[in-house]
């Protein structure tokens, strides 16, 4: 029944984001414009922004499929275990490991492609209305929403199907799990490029707009005279869509895969209870239709409230529903490691996660929308400058770190108590179980935001520049809800592929020591190589962050040469006589992104490699739990700070504490400034950091087994 439902809930879900892009794209994007002049503009800058983004996309993917085929060779070679009388493990992995990467690659250009379509025409519906405007942003949104959620749970339920057909039939269940591990680590990898390359890329062309355009010429931020403003918009695109998209895909993929790896053996036989995980997901593509269906907007005032509203609806719904899904699919009772559980203490598990991602959710917004007093606070401080502004942002991000991992931790010990390992792996899931809802308003965010640069680079009416404005500072809240629950989801998915690395090698290391064997009992804090490799891994997200702004900073330096350049050499530039080579800024962005993701890139993949072959399980163990311990705190507490600088500088934007042009105003731009690598780049990509680490020593476990501890045995 399990295989029934997820096919056909998948199939639904992209009926449905065909649906939602059709209704966007039969929009023109020129509607209701009568001046030619304008209709020009609106074309031309359509056309940059859609053909910057494929440009970029196109370089990125042919490094990808590069990294793709040399991966999953060595994933070939070096994954064989125990059953190599009747299989090769490590052929099969490397299958699943291009499904995952194929499917996450598609996930992102999907999303990547209805944004550069969504924008224009969200800035030509806000000349009709404000809901024209909110529905067609909402509308792009779904597409990547649905769209992704299904192609998860399709690609994962057909890896299973194709995996199980073609594989021996005496192979155990635990095996052919393992093997389908291999999907979360392709989709975890292709997140890997779109993040750290996205988030260098969009944050280089930012940083090098505000500080030439809004600092040093005093040019509105989206003025068409600013060089960089394209790759600004193209940047938005590729890394708050693309790149959200692809974090997201991973975090679905691996929390499944996690669940389905822990529970193989107790449920070996069973299908639908086996399944169980992606059945999850399957069901938030009805509940998020449902939830789309009943929130409209017809005025100003309820854009920020409605988005909320969407949040809480399919919360509310999803937590109803799945009662019903968990009490028919899994056992009564059934046991894990020799302990018995029950199906409603996973079902609060599922709950404890749902709620806790909420939780997450609105603990962000209170800390980054300028509605509460923190991000106020924040603006306050810049009527004394610049230091005192970054001051109390860096203090705001250190302190909302505290909220969110305290319900984390929640939703890590109550599920633990109830169903051990597999209950945390399904409190990842129940965090995930809005998925479709939580990418739909995260990518209302960049798609508003274009909207609004459009508007003012194609000379739009006012009252055009002001509707997008309040779908922009809605979707400014959302998308820093977005990054929170982004983060709170990877913190947990982290934790269930732990759980799932360490029940895969004590599984392995039993049958090769005897059952007596406990991997447990060996990892000891008071044992040197444990406490070192937890060190070690806890000042990974550290240096990890510092090469990611490093790189912006280095694209940044670059990119703010070529504006100054333009603005000093090209003749009339200043007064609007001339036009600005968008084209060479959004050049500058590619190379430095492509260039600069690699070292971070290496630095994640091959820490957990090198380590579990040199030292052995125990070390890899250490090292993944101090990575996930230190690189959550940095992650919020980044990702908030840059967010709270943002909306600080909105805030003054909007007339308070002087307003725009002030001395107050300047010295938010310049925190707003230094947040961006913080909020869009560093703090996400640790999201990367924490899970691909995690899933790739899931997926290397025979390896490690086999050849690992070198210099220690």
Not at 246 to 264: H, R
Not at 456 to 479: F, S
Not at 662 to 688: C, Q, R, W
Request: hydrophobic share 50%; proline share 3%.
């Amino acid at each position: 029944m399990a295989v029934t439902i997820i096919l056909a809930l998948s199939l639904l879900g992209l009926v449905m984001a065909f649906y939602y892009s059709s209704a966007v794209n039969k929009i023109p994007i020129d509607m209701g414009v009568d001046d030619k002049d304008t209709k020009q503009r609106l074309a031309k800058i359509h056309s940059a922004i859609a053909n910057g983004a494929m440009a970029f996309l196109k370089q990125e993917y042919k490094i990808m499929a590069i990294f793709m085929v040399v991966f999953a060779a060595i994933i070939a070679v070096l994954i064989d275990d125990h059953h190599t009388d009747y299989v090769n493990e490590g052929l099969y992995t490397a299958i699943a490991f291009i499904f995952g990467s194929v499917i996450s690659i598609a996930s992102g250009f999907i999303g990547m492609k209805i944004a550069t379509q969504g924008n224009v025409r969200t800035t030509v519906s806000a000349n009709q209305s404000i809901s024209s405007a909110f529905n067609v942003a909402v509308n792009s949104g779904a597409v990547m929403g649905f769209g992704l959620v299904s192609l998860a749970a399709l690609g994962l339920l057909l890896v299973y199907l194709v995996l199980k057909a073609i594989m021996p039939e005496q192979l155990p269940t635990h095996v052919l799990m393992e093997v389908i591990a291999g999907f979360g680590l392709g989709g975890s990898s292709i997140a890997l490029f779109a993040r750290v390359g996205g988030g260098i890329f969009t944050k280089a062309a930012d940083v090098g707009a505000d500080l030439v355009g809004k600092v040093e010429a005093g040019i509105p931020e989206d003025d068409p005279r600013n060089p960089a403003v394209i790759a600004d918009n193209v940047g938005d695109n590729v890394g708050d869509v693309a790149g959200m998209g692809a974090d997201l895909f991973g975090s679905c993929a691996e929390s499944t895969c996690a669940a389905m790896v822990i529970s193989a053996v107790a449920f070996s036989g069973m299908v639908d209870a086996l399944l169980y995980p992606i059945l999850i997901s399957a069901i938030g593509i009805p509940v998020s239709l449902l939830t789309l269906m009943m929130v409209k907007v017809s005025s100003e005032e309820q854009v920020a409230p409605a988005l909320k509203r969407m949040l809480i609806i399919s919360s509310a719904i999803m937590a109803v529903v799945m009662f019903f899904v968990t009490k028919a699919m899994l056992p009564d009772t059934f046991e894990i490691g020799g302990v018995a559980y029950t199906d409603l203490g996973v079902y609060v598990c599922f709950l404890t996660g749902l709620i806790a991602g909420l939780v997450v959710g609105l603990m962000t917004e209170y800390y980054t929308s300028h509605d509460y007093a923190p991000v106020r606070e924040v603006a306050k401080s810049c009527e004394t400058g610049s230091a005192t502004n970054i001051i109390f942002g860096l203090a705001l991000g250190y302190q909302s770190a505290v909220g969110p991992y305290l319900a984390i931790g929640l939703a890590i010990y109550i599920p633990w108590m109830l169903a051990g390992m597999y209950g945390v792996a399904i409190a990842s899931l129940g965090m995930l179980g809005t998925l479709v809802i939580a990418l739909t308003i995260d990518a209302y965010g960049p798609v508003s935001d274009n909207a609004g640069g459009i508007a003012e680079m194609a000379g739009m009416p006012e009252h055009v520049r002001e509707r997008t404005d309040v779908l922009d500072a809605a979707g400014n809240t959302t998308a820093a809800i977005g990054k929170g629950f982004a983060i709170g989801a990877a913190i947990l998915t982290s934790l269930a592929l732990f759980a799932a690395f360490l029940t895969r090698a004590d599984l392995l290391l039993k049958e090769q020591n005897g059952p007596e064997y406990d991997l447990l009992s060996s990892i000891n804090l008071l044992d040197p190589l444990v406490f070192t490799s937890l060190f070690i891994g806890a000042v990974l997200p550290s240096y990890f962050s510092a090469m990611t702004m490093k790189s912006v900073g280095s694209a940044a330096y670059e990119m703010i040469e070529e504006v100054r350049r333009q603005f000093r050499t090209i003749p009339g530039l200043m007064e609007g006589k001339a036009e600005a080579d968008h084209e060479q800024c959004v050049a500058i962005s590619t190379q430095a992104a492509l260039k600069e993701m690699i070292a971070p890139g290496i630095l994640i993949m091959g820490t957990p490699l090198v380590t579990g072959f040199l030292f052995g399980i125990q070390a890899v163990a250490g090292v993944l739990a101090g990575s996930l311990v230190a690189g959550g705190v940095i992650a919020i507490s980044s990702s908030n700070s840059g967010g709270a600088w943002d909306n600080a500088k909105k805030y003054i934007e909007k007339g308070n504490l002087g307003g725009k042009g002030t001395e107050t105003h300047k010295a938010a731009v310049v925190g707003d400034t230094v947040g961006d690598p913080l909020k869009d780049t560093s703090g996400p990509s640790l999201n990367i950091l924490i899970k691909l680490s995690a899933i790739l020593s899931l997926v290397f476990v025979p390896f490690f087994v086999q050849y690992g501890g070198l210099l220690i045995k």
